[in-house]
């Protein structure tokens, strides 16, 4: 403001001690944008009101997301160069704004102007959106003007899934051609119906009430019961290919919800989370929404932390999904949990990446205590189950 001032004064003096034509013309010519500027500093930005419109409410890491910000104004001001940016927390989501995020306007006289922006491959988890940053300048850049306008909302980013074929880790490494996609066994407690007798029924089937009133034998029907005893631990130890492990972690939650079996979930981290029970679409939301904003934030070696929660596991089948398999927690999985007899470990790694000797070794150690472990990467996610003997 102090510029423009001087400004003036300087062509005003210029005109009154030169005179003539060109240095009057110059001082006229220069009025209406000093004038414009003086104006544009008095100009209140904080009265612009901002509103976001998401186009895409539910997104998958990798994903496109969408939005449209709407900025409205009751004084008609005419605005020249207008710059609106999105501003977010999240440091991940900044790199991906960096050039879709930005956005220059000529407003004009309008009441209201919008604009709308994609951006592409969003970082999964949980960003917030403050609001939108206006700024303004005159015609030569002497004012500028810089206000956030607040419109504060919550994205949240699910993983990727991958869509794969699950199996029960029994029925997965039992030799022949095909395995049943789950067991089924009789809910004995109670009766649904009378049906006919077949040869193999039990005698304790048999509705002898029945019997002593028609001299015909018939046997109660019972409800079949999907049997699952499957434990899921998710290992949240620092690793490169944690995202990878996220996307694993969400694609059998939901193969396994969608081939009607359950599953219990533990995920190691700080704090822990487990989910006793998911069987529904409700309680894989649950799951998803904690792995949507999941992060890789162990400070402890896996097994120093979950020695109490695997004593209480009462499982036959475990799936153990980390970045790094370790012997010490090889042997505090066989130390405490006293009732498995099938343990798939899933080693995620990224695209390409080999072995070290020193993970072989572990792994072998694994496979000499009656694991079985599996090299996984975003490439094979589909085959978890599946030939998970020959790994």
């Not at 989370?273 to 939301?285: G, H, K, V, Y």
Request: neutral net charge; proline residues 5%; hydrophobic residues 40%.
């Amino acid at each position: 403001m102090i510029f423009v001032l001087i400004l003036l004064f300087l062509t005003f003096s210029f005109a009154m001690f030169q005179g003539g034509f060109v240095s009057w013309f110059i001082f006229y010519v220069s009025v209406p944008f000093i004038l414009y500027s003086v104006l544009l500093s008095f100009y209140p930005l904080r009265n612009l009101r901002a509103e976001r419109v998401v186009h895409t409410p539910r997104v998958r890491s990798g994903h496109r997301f969408s939005a449209t910000v709407t900025v409205r104004r009751a004084f008609p001001f005419p605005l020249l160069y207008t710059v609106l940016e999105e501003q977010a927390q999240s440091a991940r989501l900044k790199v991906r704004m960096a050039d879709a995020g930005r956005q220059l306007l000529l407003p004009g006289f309008r009441r209201e102007f919008s604009w709308t922006y994609e951006i592409g491959e969003m970082p999964r988890g949980e960003h917030v959106l403050e609001g939108v940053t206006v700024e303004t300048a005159d015609f030569f850049g002497w004012v500028k003007k810089r206000q956030l306008l607040p419109a504060r909302q919550s994205v949240l980013v699910y993983p990727n899934t991958v869509e794969m074929m699950y199996r029960p880790i029994g029925s997965s490494f039992d030799q022949g051609s095909i395995a049943a996609p789950f067991t089924l066994v009789k809910d004995t407690t109670m009766a649904s119906g009378i049906r006919d007798y077949q040869p193999g029924d039990r005698v304790s089937w048999i509705r002898w009430k029945s019997f002593a009133r028609t001299q015909t034998m018939r046997t109660k029907e019972f409800e079949d019961r999907q049997s699952q005893d499957l434990f899921l631990l998710d290992d949240r130890s620092p690793s490169e290919s944690f995202e990878i492990q996220v996307e694993l972690i969400a694609s059998i939650l939901t193969s396994v919800v969608a081939s009607h079996a359950s599953v219990a979930y533990l995920s190691a981290g700080t704090p822990r989370a487990f989910f006793p029970l998911i069987q529904s679409d409700e309680q894989l939301q649950r799951a998803l929404y904690h792995l949507a904003k999941v992060q890789d934030d162990l400070d402890r070696p896996i097994e120093a932390v979950v020695g109490q929660d695997l004593k209480q596991v009462r499982v036959s089948s475990l799936v153990y999904v980390t970045g790094s398999l370790s012997r010490e927690m090889v042997d505090e999985i066989r130390r405490n949990v006293t009732s498995l007899s099938q343990c798939l470990c899933l080693v995620v790694t990224e695209a390409g990446q080999s072995v070290t000797p020193e993970d072989e070794k572990n792994h072998q150690y694994a496979k000499s205590k009656g694991f079985h472990v599996k090299v996984i990467g975003p490439e094979n996610f589909a085959s978890a189950f599946m030939e998970a003997n020959r790994s």
